[in-house]
């Protein structure tokens, strides 16, 4: 395994990249030279493009081109921001971010926020302060990093802080759960987790992993995402209630030189790409995050995300009762009834 964009090893598994942008690139990281990276690789898109209309937030079709159909156009995106040095952050409170270590903002450089998923639309300017934590397993550096921004996020700016999903049933709740992974450059993938591991590419960094398949029509299908380089530091989320829930940090890939070759995915190869897994250092984070906290999720019956699974969530799922297809089904048997509302009950408080 490694960083995208540096390299890393892990027991069996043959050397892969992290991204990271830099001149010399470490096999395993998901770095790149900057400025020049490559875009987040899709099933079906990689060279020709040909899903931009369905999977780039900034799609603008050409004239005669497809038509916009962003498949991320029902979420909010604006507090995933790119620093003046190419590095990816993700906001979980007024001032601080989540980004990786191993290619991260530096102090004085300025992070950028788009309001809406309109290229021409409002953009908002924020500078990283001098303030930075790294994270740590059992004594080892990890991966996943926090920074701050000088001053807090305006209101009036509209830009999102998201929460993080922390499920209380541990790491197996959330293998098998469907995922966004956001890249470059402003590019939407899919995917679904995989597993949750022990990474020892950059010390030891508890790592959720996710597959590509390459054949279309498996996987999450057209879309189904693999990092490569210029993607490092950017999120995943997962849905809860219609919206999005922080699980996960760009870390590392198989990748092994810059470029990623179908013929490396599943079943072929290892084809997988990994995650810091954000929840496993939530107390690290609230625990250097002065004055502030992360919001943390703990059941996918919190639809309104406000920490606690209460009234307003059993009034959300019963004016959705009988609805199909609705990220309310909690079980995920296709319509919301007693058994979504049964998950909820226990989930209670």
């Known amino acids: ?25 470490r096999i395993g990281f998901l770095a790149v030279a900057a400025p020049a990276v490559a875009d987040m690789f899709l099933q079906g898109v990689n060279g020709d493009h040909a899903m931009s209309a369905t999977h780039d937030r900034f799609y603008t079709a050409p004239a005669g081109g497809a038509e916009r159909a962003f498949i991320g156009e029902g ?36 992070i950028t926020f788009h ?13 990283v302060a001098s303030f930075g934590y790294d994270t740590n397993y059992a004594g080892q550096s990890s991966d996943l990093w926090l920074g701050k921004l000088t001053v807090p996020l305006s209101r009036k ?8 999903l922390a499920l209380a049933a541990g790491d197996a709740a959330y293998v098998g759960m469907f995922m966004f992974a ?27 992993r996710y597959w590509f398949d390459a054949a279309e029509g498996t996987g999450t299908g057209a879309g189904d995402c693999h990092l490569i380089g210029g993607d490092s530091g950017g999120p995943s989320f997962a849905i809860v209630g219609g919206k999005l829930a922080l699980v996960g940090v760009h870390f590392t890939t198989n990748d092994t030189n810059g470029v990623f070759d179908p013929e490396d995915s599943w079943p072929f190869g290892f084809g997988w790409s990994g995650d810091s897994f954000v929840p496993f250092y939530l107390d690290q984070l609230s625990a250097n995050m002065a004055g ?3 919001i943390t999720v703990h059941s996918r019956a919190d639809f309104n995300l406000d920490g606690r699974v209460d009234s307003q969530d059993l009034s959300t799922l019963l004016n959705a009762w009988g609805g199909k297809g609705s990220p309310l089904d909690l079980n995920g048997d296709g319509v919301v009834n007693s058994a979504d509302l049964a998950i909820l009950l226990d989930a209670w408080g």
């Open 157 to 164: 700016h509209h830009i999102a802080i998201y929460p993080v």
């Open 1 to 25: 395994m490694s960083p995208i964009g540096h390299a890393e090893t892990m027991n069996s598994m043959r050397p892969i990249r992290i991204m990271r942008p830099i001149h010399i690139v």
């Open 182 to 208: 956001y890249g470059a450059p402003d590019r939407v993938g899919t995917n679904t987790i995989g597993a949750i591991v022990d990474d020892f590419e950059i010390g030891r960094t508890r790592t959720m």
């Open 115 to 127: 309001e809406n998923n309109n290229p021409a639309g409002a953009t908002h300017a924020y500078t």
């Open 75 to 110: 979420y909010d995106w604006s507090g995933v921001g790119r620093s003046s040095n190419g590095a990816w952050i993700t906001m979980i409170s007024p001032s601080y971010f989540v980004s990786a270590n191993h290619y991260h903002p530096g102090a004085g450089d300025t």
């Open 292 to 294: 502030e906290h992360a």
